[in-house]
């Protein structure tokens, strides 16, 4: 049991709506960051948001937003969604520094 | 920006052999991170590398960290098909932020 909750597992999206996927982090673990994972790659670095603050952001554009909340969960935003939106979203918390992150089993887009 | 090339893409491996998975950073590595994926869920830690030179073992998988090559290796011992699945080598840019590069992963199949 990996001890972070995504939710949904899977959603089917028509281009142009609007997204949110959660995150239900472990007890404590006051660092999450969210992965894009496309097909046949490697986990994308969306953000990272440390005590509800963002603390760092990969190349991603604006449409791509997020929240952390005080009970350490935590939200992806997508707006305007593109077909390339399409895949395999992943939260990760940890306690900090060195720690190593506890994935969650992902949530799969894909928008049509 | 720093990059992560693993080999091979894909291996098959008669089950009870021996195999490695080699991951090369672009850039110093602070922090190596290995995860193991099934197709579509998600990552699952292995282990984690600091310092240069240093190796780990968990159970038949032990990983290397080559700090001067910017390498690092990941050795199965007498695999199993429970080894199968996606490996993923991530990388931190500067040590503790935890934003990870990963690479495209190692698909590993076991046959009887």
């Known amino acids: 049991e990996t001890g972070v909750t995504q939710s949904p597992t899977h959603l089917i999206k028509t281009r142009g709506q609007q997204v949110t996927l959660r995150c239900s982090s472990q007890s404590g673990h006051n660092t999450v960051s969210w992965y894009q994972q496309a097909l046949g790659q490697g986990p994308q670095f969306i953000f990272q948001y440390y005590r509800e603050e963002e603390n760092g952001r990969g190349n991603f554009p604006p449409r791509f937003s997020g929240l952390q909340f005080p009970n350490y969960s935590s939200e992806l935003n997508v707006n305007a969604l593109e077909l390339d939106d399409s895949a395999l979203y992943l939260c990760?918390?940890?306690?900090?520094?060195?720690?190593?992150?506890?994935f969650g089993s992902g949530t799969r887009l894909t928008v049509v | 920006s720093q990059e992560l090339e693993q080999s091979p893409q894909s291996l098959i491996v008669q089950e009870g052999k021996n195999l490695t998975i080699n991951c090369t950073s672009s850039k110093t590595l602070y922090g190596l991170y290995w995860y193991k994926q099934k197709y579509g869920e998600g990552l699952i830690f292995l282990m984690m590398l600091q310092k240069g030179g240093e190796e780990k073992s968990h159970e038949k998988i032990t990983a290397k960290l080559d700090e001067k090559k910017q390498q690092s290796s990941l050795h199965i011992t007498a695999s199993q098909p429970s080894h199968a699945g996606i490996y993923l080598c991530?990388?931190?840019?500067?040590?503790?932020?935890?934003?990870?590069?990963f690479g495209t992963g190692t698909r590993l199949t076991i046959i009887p």
């Open positions: 991530g990388a931190d840019s500067n040590f503790g932020n935890e934003k990870l590069t």
């Open positions: 990760a918390s940890s306690w900090g520094t060195a720690y190593g992150y506890t």
